[in-house]
Every structure is written in C-alpha cells, then in structure tokens.
C-alpha cells in the first residue's frame, strides 16, 4: 500500500460549485498536512498548511484533516474557472522529507 | 513568481549532451531540493541539501549529479541521459529539512526537459 493515497481525476466541476479533494494515508506517524496547487507548466504553490485534526479556513479554500481515519480534504466554495488546476497532497513525519500524493487535476468549467 | 527561480525554463538535448539546471532561492532558507515530475506519477524526490550538505539521495542514477555551493544556490549536472529522463525538474527550498512545519516548501517554476 502506497503511503499516500490520491485520486488523479480527472475532475470536472460546473462554475461555482463545491469541490472536495481528498487524500488517505496509511502512517499514522503522519503529522502536518500541507495542499499544494499546480497550474499547468508551473511548480506547486502552498494553498494550506494545517497540523492538527480540524478544519482550518483560509478565503474559499477549507483544509481539513481527520487524523483518525487518516484522511485529509481540502473543500473549494464557490469555484471558478482560475481554480482549474492540479492539486497536490503532501504530509511530513519526523524528520524524513515531504511525502506527495499524486495529485487530482481539476477542471472548472464556466 | 515565487522567491525560488529557475533556469533554463526548457530544455532539449541529446543523449551524448551534457547541461546543468540553476536553481536560486531568494528566501533565506537553509534547505534545496530536487525533484523529478513525470506525467501520471508522484512527484520523485531526487536530492536534498541542508546548510550545504547532502542530506538525502533518493538512489538516483549517477547520470544525475548535484552541486550545492551556498544555501541560495543548487545545481543539477546532468550527462549521457536517457530518453526516459524527460520530465520536468523542480527545485524547492524550505527553511531547513528537519521535519514539520520548518520543512514547508517552496518550489520553482521547473525546468521541462527534453531528451532525444
């Protein structure tokens, strides 16, 4: 079993609806989540960053993590077309680097 | 743009080419990172550098080969490739490799690299 589980898509969504991107993980050592965002022909850009299970809100964007069943979202109100993109997992345990889902491409249509 | 910038932003050569990849980070952090991207899988980690030192070689072939030589810089000599190393390279920096919150990253825009 892979140490961090994400859908690729893809993910097509009409304008203005609510999306939700999730990833599980297998390690319970697992301790900060992190989403990434990824436009086409570009490096990942930090969306969020949380550490504990919770939610955690910035603007339309909604991170959260429920430690127990190991498993992380991320929610997109109100989505539009500039939100099409890639969007990338990633946890951190201990001291060892970043661990990366492989990512859900999205599309927005208008 | 982020602090960490890139160059070439693409790149084709042949097998029997050698070029490097420049990666610079305007950030003040401790830590660089390489990354290999494909199409369809996991971003790869290649190498890490912390405080100048490798830290971290994620079995990469030696066709591959890093320099570091400060914090703000990193760079990936790559020699005799192979057609299945196109991909896109990513550079990272965060404010050391330690582990949690200190280890948020902050990628480049990559290099798209080409071999025929």
């Known amino acids: 079993q892979k140490e961090v589980e994400q859908d690729p898509g893809p993910l097509s969504v009409p304008e203005g609806a609510i999306v939700s991107l999730n990833c599980t993980y297998s390690n319970s050592a697992f301790q900060y989540f992190m989403w990434y965002r990824q436009y086409s022909r570009k490096g990942p850009e930090l969306l969020m960053y949380?550490?504990?299970?919770g939610n955690k809100e910035d603007g339309r964007f909604t991170a959260q993590v429920d430690k127990s069943s190991k498993y992380i979202s991320l929610f997109i109100r109100d989505s539009q077309p500039s939100d099409s993109a890639t969007y990338l997992c990633?946890?951190?345990?201990?001291?060892?680097?970043?661990?990366f889902g492989k990512g859900t491409r999205l599309s927005v249509i208008a | 743009e982020t602090g960490v910038t890139q160059t070439p932003r693409h790149l084709v050569m042949g097998m029997t080419n050698k070029k490097s990849l420049k990666c610079e980070q305007h950030?003040?952090?401790?830590?660089m990172y390489w990354y290999k991207q494909s199409a369809k899988k996991p971003l790869e980690l290649m190498f890490v550098y912390n405080f100048k030192e490798q830290t971290e070689n994620n079995s990469v072939p030696s066709r591959f080969s890093p320099e570091c030589p400060n914090s703000s810089h990193l760079f990936l000599h790559l020699h005799t490739l192979q057609p299945e190393d196109s991909a896109l390279y990513l550079c990272?920096?965060?404010?050391?490799?330690?582990?949690?919150?200190?280890?948020?990253?902050?990628f480049g825009p990559g290099t798209r690299l080409l071999v025929l």
């Open positions: 990633a946890m951190i345990k201990g001291n060892t680097p970043l661990v």
């Open positions: 949380t550490y504990s299970s």
């Open positions: 990272a920096s965060s404010q050391d490799s330690g582990g949690g919150p200190r280890e948020t990253q902050y």
């Open positions: 950030l003040g952090h401790n830590a």
